[in-house]
């Protein structure tokens, strides 16, 4: 089993959509998640941290389940420039990060 | 700042041959990391530097590659001799004592080995 999963997609969805994306982390132990983006042949840059308690950036939105080892990113009011692919990380611990294989997403007109 | 900086951003050789490439972190980042980035099996972390110091390399494929962190502002991955199966995207990434867990990441190099 991979140490974090994800759909890789393609997610196609029209503009003004909301697009959810799930991963799941088989160490229970993990302490950080985050969520990057990565733009077509372009570096992965952080979108956002997940918190515990869950937490909201704009349009954006994710929710940690230490529970059940999942978190999920909520896209609200999709745009064409949210078209990238969006790659869930865990981290057990400082520097110690384990990214997901990454689910494209294209924002359609 | 300038962000992460690495050179060359692509690199085309033949199979045997010396490949370097560099990388320069974001000033006053203590730790570095390189990854390597493929289709088939996604970003995996080859090795990281916390001040310098090489502390985990169990990402090394093998030991045709190394890497070398000769001061704060410099890093070198080398792959000696290069495979055709070394293709992919090499990145670079930093981060700073105080938020270990953000990294930033350069632009890549872009290694086709023919």
């Known amino acids: 089993r991979k140490e974090v999963e994800q759909d890789p997609g393609p997610f196609n969805v029209p503009e003004g959509a909301t697009v959810a994306f799930n991963c799941t982390y088989s160490?229970?132990?993990?302490?950080?998640f985050f969520w990057y983006r990565q733009d077509c042949r372009k570096e992965p840059k952080l979108l956002m941290s997940?918190?515990?308690s869950g937490n909201e950036d704009g349009r954006f939105t994710a929710q940690l389940n230490r529970a059940s080892q999942y978190i999920s990113l909520l896209i609200r009011d999709s745009k064409l420039s949210d078209s990238a692919t969006y790659l869930c990380?865990?981290?057990?611990?400082?520097?110690?990060?384990?990214f997901g294989a990454g689910t494209r997403l294209t924002v359609k007109p | 700042d300038a962000g992460v900086i690495q050179s060359p951003r692509h690199e085309v050789t033949e199979m045997g041959q010396e490949v370097t490439l560099r990388c320069k972190p974001i000033?006053?980042?203590?730790?570095l990391f390189w990854y390597r980035q493929t289709m088939m099996r996604g970003l995996e972390l080859l090795i990281y530097f916390n001040n310098n110091v090489p502390i985990d390399d169990s990402g090394m494929p093998e030991d045709r590659f190394s890497a070398k962190m000769p001061n704060a502002s410099f890093s070198t991955l080398k792959i000696q001799p290069s495979e055709p199966r070394d293709s992919a995207v090499y990145f670079c990434?930093?981060?700073?004592?105080?938020?270990?867990?953000?990294?930033?990441f350069g632009a890549g190099t872009r290694l086709s080995v023919l």
């Open positions: 990380v865990v981290s057990l611990h400082n520097n110690d990060m384990r």
């Open positions: 990434a930093s981060s700073d004592r105080d938020y270990k867990n953000i990294q930033y």
């Open positions: 000033s006053g980042h203590n730790s």
């Open positions: 997940v918190y515990s």
């Open positions: 160490n229970s132990a993990s302490q950080s």
